[in-house]
């Protein structure tokens, strides 16, 4: 099957701790975005990475850290310098850097500070 | 502030009414997108119009662009129990590359 993975589904931290959300994609695409969605509201970047390598500061990167070492693979660190990481986490892919086209999502993961 | 906003917020409907949606954007856009999202799920596109066409329709899908009024619209015909969800509007700016914005959405339901 083609597609997005998020992993873990559901995570809880303590407060104080770094925690990485996975996101893996098999559909060779170049471009890679992480999203934030609070309860009853939309989505918001985070980051993004349009080529191996690189990534940029989306529009609330403050307290989040990601890295691209692979295409296939683009996981994002909650730092415990994020002051309300509790929130509804979703990535997704597309085809052609630089180009717009429809974005597809995983099934998301949904993080919990005790 | 968000690129694009959904109004209504929410709209609560019988099994075989329509439903429309509306969303407005402040910039230019390259494109417009609709995705929906089901409680507690990822997002799954619907439809994409771009900044050069005015309607497109897809199955009981159908959307409108008005560049002018920076306005869009989805309109879902013979709503099912199934359409419940939430739909969101994203824009794609000029000279963004290839990032979207999302509006806040609108949380449709469906009573059968």
């Known amino acids: 099957d083609g597609g997005i993975t998020q992993s873990p589904k559901y995570l809880f931290r303590k407060e104080g701790q770094n925690v990485t959300l996975s996101c893996e994609q098999n559909l060779n695409h170049d471009a890679m975005y992480w999203y934030r969605q609070d309860p009853g509201q939309g989505l918001r970047l985070i980051y993004y990475?349009?080529?191996?390598?690189?990534?940029q500061k989306g529009d609330i990167a403050e307290g989040y850290s990601v890295s691209r070492e692979k295409k296939e693979s683009f996981p994002l660190t909650v730092t415990s310098a994020q002051k309300n990481p509790t929130a509804f986490y979703l990535c997704?892919?597309?085809?052609?850097?630089?180009?717009?086209?429809?974005?597809?999502f995983g099934p998301g993961t949904r993080l919990t500070v005790l | 502030s968000q690129q694009g906003e959904e109004d209504p917020q929410a709209l609560s409907i019988q099994e075989g009414e329509n439903a429309t949606m509306n969303c407005s954007y402040k910039?230019?856009?390259?494109?417009l997108q609709w995705y929906r999202q089901n409680s507690g799920r990822g997002l799954v596109h619907l439809i994409l119009i771009r900044s050069n066409e005015r309607e497109k329709h897809s199955g009981r899908l159908r959307v409108t662009l008005d560049t002018s009024k920076k306005s869009s619209s989805l309109l879902i015909t013979a709503s099912r129990a199934a359409d419940t969800a939430s739909y969101f509007c994203a824009t794609a700016r000029h000279n963004a590359g290839n990032m979207l914005t999302f509006g806040g959405g609108t949380r449709l339901m469906v009573k059968p």
């Open positions: 910039t230019s856009i390259n494109n």
């Open positions: 997704a892919s597309n085809g052609l850097a630089g180009y717009t086209d429809t974005q597809y």
């Open positions: 990475s349009q080529i191996v390598n690189d990534f």
